[in-house]
């Protein structure tokens, strides 16, 4: 079974930093593509960032070029989002996502359930 | 950044057939696979559709999809209390080089 788990979520200033982990489980993590999603509150879906299986090719949302950094470890079945300069349009539950392919190209096929940021003073 | 357009609520009666569709352009839908997702208020999305028709295993047939040109459409056939819920289409975008949402429709059981 197909688990992915995010934590590292949390409240932080406008200006900040955070650091977002998705453990995944039930597949062999480096066939296939990851992906960051966030929701806003009441908003609809947006796709982050993405990173290959062999961590070679990324994707990044205009709204966060720059700012947010994915990467991948794949000896610990594991997926990040490094997040500098936050700003308050980011606040959203943001929610890993395995691809099923793994081409950046090929879109998601389980979810996460997501960790929550808040950017707040 | 949703390119991809769609209504944004759909209703129906118990047992009717509802369709959603997502309108694009040659640089998504039109190139490549179109995925349909379902949201349950308060969870995570579902993958419904993937590549444009293909259903994963446990999702009911009652979910189908298609595609022509650059637009594609998500039906609902026998429609249940349990559809409600927002869907959203998402496809590769070739000309921003990443993937893109639907604008989202929330389908209402009257």
């Known amino acids: 079974e197909v688990q992915l788990l995010e934590s590292g979520g949390g409240l932080v200033q406008p200006g900040g930093s955070l650091r977002l982990s998705c453990a995944a489980s039930?597949?062999?993590?480096?066939?296939?593509?990851m992906n960051w999603v966030r929701q806003a509150p009441g908003k609809g879906l947006e796709w982050v960032s993405g990173i290959s299986g062999s961590g070679g090719f990324t994707y990044y949302a205009d709204s966060v070029k720059g700012r947010l950094t994915i990467s991948r470890d794949n000896s610990k079945n594991t997926l990040y989002l490094q997040m500098n300069s936050l700003r308050a349009e980011d606040t959203a539950v943001y929610s890993c996502?395995?691809?099923?392919?793994?081409?950046?190209?090929?879109?998601?096929?389980?979810w996460g359930q997501g960790t929550l940021v808040t950017v707040s003073s | 950044q949703s390119v991809l357009t769609q209504p944004p609520s759909a209703s129906g009666t118990p047992g009717q057939r509802v369709t959603i569709s997502c309108s694009g352009s040659s640089s998504n839908i039109g190139s490549n696979y179109v995925y349909w997702y379902q949201q349950l208020p308060g969870t995570a999305p579902k993958l419904l559709i993937y590549?444009?028709?293909q259903r994963p295993s446990g999702v009911p047939d009652r979910f189908s999809g298609s595609k022509s040109g650059t637009s594609a459409s998500l039906a609902i056939s026998g429609l249940r209390s349990e559809d409600e819920a927002d869907y959203y289409c998402a496809a590769w975008d070739d000309s921003l080089r990443g993937p893109v949402f639907g604008t989202g429709t929330k389908v209402t059981v009257l």
């Open positions: 590549r444009d028709y």
């Open positions: 039930g597949f062999t993590f480096s066939s296939y593509a």
């Open positions: 996502a395995k691809g099923d392919g793994s081409r950046i190209a090929d879109l998601a096929d389980y």
